[in-house]
């Protein structure tokens, strides 16, 4: 509630000047108010993102993480004081409402047909929480503040990681949710897989940084041995080609002619060094489930993946009956052979939302490539525009791997890279022309897309 100033003369007898500096000290308290709130915010915002990584923090018996409690606080406090961006991704902001919305249809069509309607609210609430929520916090701010929140995720990305090496080398006997029983690293993330992907993903980040000339290159020589060694200790194939596939993305996208030979002949030398000599110096477990595979050319050494195999043919034949309406929420599972849901979202959400669902969660990523293409395409931001497709890219090419993806630590980087490349967008349609030319990105002009 505003305080009201008392005056010993009445206000009419006031003069003008006094009369209008009353007046604007009365408007200033709630600006001042509202900028408050917006700082404190941002603060939990960041907060939010730093804590983002650590699963291990989290409620039992219901999906609620210590970065998910920083979140819903920011998101109160924005909402209270009219500080909510309804466009947090610009122009493609409704596309995603609407993905969104097909994409929960398809859950309540096959759930209220064939499932269990009963199981509709927690995954509504898991998902809005993700797609709806996280985007209103964390997308919608400027371009350095965006940043910003992405070097936070790096840094606590690295911290996950000498943690988890920490555990892993000097820890007797450790807890299986930081090491799996065969000795896999989880770190705070608690799965292996997840936590090599996003060390991949991390590695981008950096290196994208890096290129725009957001982070100095001592930084870049402390995270990307951490964050490299962390995707050996989780043996984790898949962590491993998704790691390597983007790190040679951002920088064949991003990087200068030096660039993409210097890292293509680092790449070839770790790799003939681990054929070669990898018993001498690689983590056992990375040996064990990667380096044997690819030195005895057999499979079965390198993981789950033949009875991955078999879920996904059982899932691409249940698939074919379930186009039009789905199985419902967490049906799968039951009516599975081998009780338990396939390791790949696409095909999980077309047996359980159908054709809908599967349109939903496909258009939610291709919202996130009309965003970046836009920026490439944009002035003086194409390297922002790669970064944000190298990101989705990973997260794309995960979800082949996955039953779920609605996991904070999974989202909170989905959503900070195309939330980069909106505010890009944002802040190069806001300059005035004369100003476009110069910029801090180091990229050249290219065409805007409606020349």
């Excluded at 730093?50 to 989290?58: E, I, Q, V």
């Excluded at 269990?116 to 509504?124: D, G, I, R």
């Excluded at 050996?232 to 990087?255: A, D, H, Q, R």
Aim: hydrophobic share 55%; net charge positive; glycine share 10%.
């Amino acid at each position: 509630m505003t305080r009201v100033r008392r005056f010993s003369t009445p206000v009419t007898e006031l003069p003008v000047g006094q009369l209008a500096g009353a007046v604007a000290e009365g408007r200033e308290l709630p600006a001042q108010r509202r900028h408050g709130a917006a700082r404190a915010a941002g603060i939990l915002a960041a907060i939010a993102v730093a804590l983002s990584p650590m699963n291990y923090l989290r409620m039992q018996g219901i999906y609620v993480t210590a970065s998910d409690a920083a979140m819903i606080l920011a998101f109160i406090l924005l909402l209270v004081n009219h500080r909510l961006p309804l466009h947090f991704f610009g122009s493609a902001t409704g596309f995603w409402f609407v993905c969104f919305l097909l994409f929960c249809g398809g859950l309540t069509l096959g759930s209220l047909v064939n499932g269990e309607p009963k199981a509709l609210p927690s995954v509504y609430a898991q998902y809005f929480f993700s797609l709806v929520v996280l985007p209103m916090v964390l997308a919608g701010r400027s371009y350095p503040e965006v940043v910003a929140l992405i070097k936070v995720l790096v840094a606590a990305l690295v911290g996950v990681m000498l943690f988890g090496i920490y555990v892993f080398h000097f820890v007797d006997d450790p807890s299986t949710r930081l090491v799996s029983g065969s000795g896999r690293m989880r770190s705070l993330i608690e799965r292996e897989n997840e936590c090599a992907a996003l060390a991949g993903i991390g590695m981008v980040f950096v290196l994208g940084l890096n290129f725009l000339g957001h982070l100095r290159r001592g930084w870049l020589v402390i995270s990307l041995p951490v964050l490299g060694y962390g995707v050996l200790l989780t043996g984790s194939n898949s962590g491993l080609i998704v790691s390597l596939l983007g790190v040679s993305t951002i920088v064949l996208f991003c990087g200068s002619a030096r660039h993409v030979l210097l890292t293509c002949g680092l790449i070839l030398a770790c790799g003939a060094s681990a054929l070669l000599f990898g018993e001498m110096f690689l983590p056992e477990v990375f040996q064990e489930r990667v380096l044997n595979a690819l030195l005895t050319h057999d499979v079965s050494v390198a993981g789950t993946f033949e009875d991955r195999a078999q879920l996904l043919g059982e899932a691409m034949h249940t698939a074919r009956g379930t186009l039009m309406i789905g199985l419902g929420v967490d049906q799968y599972r039951e009516i599975s052979a081998f009780g338990a849901p396939v390791h790949n979202v696409y095909l999980l959400v077309l047996t359980e939302g159908g054709a809908m669902l599967l349109f939903g969660l496909v258009g939610l990523l291709l919202t996130g490539v009309f965003v970046a293409v836009q920026a490439i395409r944009a002035d003086h931001s194409r390297k922002v525009g790669a970064l944000t497709l190298t990101v989705l890219l990973i997260f794309a090419l995960m979800l082949y791997m996955f039953p779920t993806f609605y996991a904070r630590f999974w989202n909170v980087p989905v959503i900070l890279a195309i939330a980069l490349s909106a505010s890009r967008l944002m802040e190069v349609h806001d300059a005035p022309k004369q100003d476009r030319r110069t910029t801090s990105l180091g990229e050249k002009p290219f065409w805007r897309m409606e020349r």
